[in-house]
């Protein structure tokens, strides 16, 4: 047996040398290739693209160089259920490498034949009669060493599920530096739902560790794979809650082969330069601000700016003049206004058929040259004067600081929409000009409301939205007029929902989003968090208004203490020190301000910690904010003084809940106050 063993590990090293050999054969080719594609071209867009594309493949080759090249292998058998596959074995990973004849050594793991090694069960093996999964070890910057193999024969009813050590091992695995994927482990349920098709919208609810903004990321590698031309053309967006989770997933799309996607803040999604958000709303403000009736203010702001002319239109064409009654311009008008086109295409609708009533009339009398007559005409002084007094152009920002700036204005584009309280809550005290506006985060996202109604903006063939919870339904209109013509990814938690409007249902959150028939499926199995941490987060569900599932952690193993300490720095200096004795990341997390101050005396015990946005490679503790947790993942969590938590906000059990999850190993509670009831005992 031990000889058939190694037999067969000596096999499986001679297919990872002549794999690696192969990547970097592949590798040279690709920088080749970019070296020399410009001269090959026939013409310069033909010469920008080709680079473009030969740049993009070498720099996706070149990612993590020493990563395994595969996690599993499929051995099909020769039953008719096998198909096309029957006697075939394919090694799975993460990109597609071939031989110097174009054999494959290993299929990317999007593959259609690739499905069946996260579907396939004893029950239903569908074709498959071994499943292997590899172990590896590694110690940058030298390769990964393959160090075992692990078979599941399906065909004779045999499946580890849950109890693979290697599945387990690579779950466990300590969490240093930024996320990684999951190729390796992906289950069936999350399998079917990176599948999806690309026309298909869904919404994640997902608990703490089950995987959610995995499935979201890997769901664009695939879609990207699957549908290369299409979504070449109209992108993938990727919407982060804050730049600090960015970073943290920021590698996961390249290590998967795709580095041309787009993943960005809302906030930056929106931004307007030279415009910035320079204050800050209270608030009453912005909760009136991100109301979802701020979409019929505005509306009835922008059209409001239509006028019924009383003056006929007179345009001089040499020794005629051409004449268009008023009545005629407020019918064209209404008509436009019934179409309901952007607020700027009506504006063009309308020239083009003042226009073409002029020409009519002409056609009787002269004979014109067409186009060049209807372009000049259109252009001509009496037409422009009729298009801004009827239509006239408008500005986001002008329209916005007159609306914000002017009490009766304001009044009237809100009567029946918000009261007397809510239209003084937004109201500027000191009126004041676009040039000079002074604006705030909410007022960006006004502003592309009215920009989106005066024109539709650029959209993306998907977008995928993370922690979509805790968006204010203004922001959801946001992202829905991105991906009109596109489907959605969302994903979130309604239990980690922690800003002032955050959603308490997926079904009024998919409306805002433009997609209120898109399947809602919970993830509930949790794979980062272990059991005792989850048993003690999923106590406060109770409390926080919102019907989700409790979380199952498939993981026994773990680490919970709660400390009482009389003195709460050296508390959290002793907890930190025993932390670093334990192999992975460090988190220390609390309240702003209690982060801040702890800053101090860590670094004086001489603990090598830094804040989140802080780059320093030596420092193994990460001061974080509870206000940015919400997304990272840390081997070993300090939280500090809980109470403190939930007291500092109006959402503050929500706070906590999220920031008791953040652990993947070691959870930490040191508190000088009591704790909230629901951790109590």
């Not at 490679?617 to 081997?635: F, I, M, N, Q």
């Amino acid at each position: 047996m031990d000889d058939r063993v190694d037999r067969e590990f000596a096999r499986e090293q001679a297919h990872l040398a002549a794999t690696r050999a192969a990547l970097a054969r592949m590798r040279d080719t690709a920088r080749h290739r970019v070296a020399t594609g410009a001269d090959v071209a026939g013409d310069r867009w033909t010469a920008e693209t080709l680079g473009r594309m030969l740049r993009t493949h070498a720099k996706e080759l070149a990612e993590e160089p020493d990563a395994p090249p595969y996690f599993g292998r499929l051995r099909f058998g020769v039953a008719a259920e096998a198909g096309e596959h029957a006697g075939q074995r394919y090694h799975l990973g993460r990109r597609h490498i071939t031989d110097e004849a174009g054999h494959p050594l290993v299929i990317d793991w999007r593959a259609p034949v690739s499905r069946t090694f996260y579907r396939a069960t004893a029950r239903d093996h569908l074709g498959v009669a071994v499943r292997r999964r590899y172990g590896w070890s590694s110690a940058p910057p030298a390769p990964a060493r393959l160090t075992g193999f692990e078979d599941e024969h399906l065909d004779r009813g045999e499946e580890l599920g849950g109890g693979s050590r290697l599945v387990a091992a690579e779950i466990e695995r300590p969490r240093i530096g930024p996320m990684r994927d999951i190729v390796a482990t992906i289950q069936p349920e999350q399998d079917e739902l990176v599948r999806a098709d690309l026309d298909t919208s869904v919404c994640v609810q997902g608990a703490p560790g089950t995987g959610k903004t995995a499935v979201g990321l890997h769901r664009a590698a695939w879609l990207l794979y699957t549908h290369r031309r299409q979504l070449g053309r109209t992108g993938v967006l990727v919407i982060g809650p804050n730049p600090a989770f960015l970073r943290y997933v920021s590698a996961v799309l390249p290590a998967l082969g795709e580095v041309d996607v787009d993943q960005r803040t809302l906030e930056d999604l929106l931004a307007r330069h030279p415009i910035a958000a320079t204050v800050v709303d209270d608030d009453a403000a912005a909760a009136v601000k991100h109301d979802i009736r701020m979409a019929g203010v505005l509306d009835r702001a922008l059209y409001g700016r239509l006028r019924v002319t009383a003056e006929a239109l007179t345009v001089p064409d040499g020794p005629y003049r051409w004449r268009l009654p008023a009545g005629a311009v407020a019918g064209l008008v209404a008509e436009i206004r019934r179409e309901s086109p952007p607020y700027g295409i009506g504006r063009e609708r309308l020239r083009s058929r003042v226009v073409g009533l002029l020409q009519r009339q002409a056609e009787r009398r002269v004979e014109l040259s067409g186009v060049a007559w209807a372009r000049r005409v259109g252009r001509c002084a009496p037409v422009r004067d009729l298009l801004d007094r009827a239509w006239p152009a408008v500005r986001p920002e002008e329209l916005l600081a007159r609306l914000l700036g002017d009490p009766d204005g304001l009044a009237e584009a809100a009567d029946g929409t918000l009261t007397a309280d809510e239209q003084n809550a937004v109201r500027w005290t000191r009126p004041r000009g676009a040039r000079t506006a002074r604006w705030s985060a909410a007022d960006l996202v006004l502003l592309d409301e009215v920009a989106g109604l005066i024109e539709h903006p650029p959209g993306y063939g998907h977008v995928i939205v993370d922690e979509a919870q805790d968006l204010s339904p203004m922001q959801c209109r946001a992202l829905a007029r991105r991906s009109v013509h596109g489907s959605l990814t969302v994903l979130g938690d309604l239990a980690q929902g922690t800003t002032p409007w955050a959603a308490r249902s997926w079904p009024d959150q998919l409306t805002h989003l433009g997609r209120p028939t898109a399947r809602v499926v919970p993830l509930t199995a949790g794979f980062r968090v272990p059991g005792a941490v989850l048993a003690l987060a999923n106590r406060l569900l109770g409390t926080l208004g919102v019907d989700v599932p409790p979380t199952r952690s498939v993981r026994s193993d773990g680490h919970l203490r709660v400390h009482h300490a009389d003195d709460l720095d050296t508390g959290v200096l002793d907890a930190v020190r025993d932390a670093l004795g334990y192999a992975g990341s460090v988190a220390v997390i609390g309240v702003d301000a209690a982060v801040t101050r702890l800053a101090g005396p860590l670094r004086a015990a001489g603990v090598p910690a830094a804040g989140v946005d802080e780059v320093d490679p030596s420092a193994r503790v990460t001061l974080l904010p509870v206000t940015l947790a919400k997304g990272l993942e840390y081997d070993h969590v300090v939280l500090v003084e809980p109470a403190d938590i939930v007291a500092a906000e109006a959402r503050g059990p929500h706070r906590l809940y999220v920031a008791l999850t953040r652990a993947v190993s070691r959870l930490d509670i040191v508190h000088h106050r009591p704790l909230p009831a629901a951790l109590r005992g």
